[in-house]
Nanobody
Framework: VQLQASGGGLRQAGGSLRLSCAAS????????MGWFRQGPGKEREFVAA????????LYADSVKGRFTISRDNAKSAVYLQMNSLKPEDTAVYYC??????????????????WGQGTLVTVSS
């Protein structure tokens, strides 16, 4: 599966942003999908994941209640709605597809296809 993330930009704290990830390839609808982020000087970290059916979602504690992951298998797309943004959300955000053998995972190394990243900057 090939992935293309978009939707990043500059927002003030408290604002909202919606990231999109367009996928191509026959395996998208069978792949768990995730969003990760990498802030300045930090390691890449898990943000959210969604099962292939969309029925199960997982979130990092730092974004729980503020971010929502969703997917549309008919459009081969996955989304990340980000509300109540904080300066610490500033990062490059990556969408990723998990290994087909896994139903849902938060582990970075379990994802074997990555998009190019989209930059989110939140000002205070």
């Amino acid at each position: 599966v090939q992935l293309q993330a978009s939707g990043g930009g500059l927002r003030q704290a408290g604002g909202s942003l919606r990231l999109s990830c367009a996928a191509s390839g026959r395996t998208f609808s069978r792949s768990a999908m995730g969003w990760f982020r990498q802030g300045p000087g930090k390691e890449r970290e898990f943000v959210a994941a969604i099962s292939w059916s969309g029925s199960i979602t997982l979130y990092a504690d730092s974004v729980k209640g503020r971010f929502t992951i969703s997917r549309d298998n008919a459009k081969s797309a996955v989304y990340l709605q980000m509300n109540s943004l904080k300066p610490e959300d500033t990062a490059v955000y990556y969408c990723a597809a998990a290994n087909l053998m896994l139903s849902l995972t938060t582990t970075l190394n379990d994802y074997d296809a990555w998009g190019q990243g989209t930059l989110v900057t939140v000002s205070s």
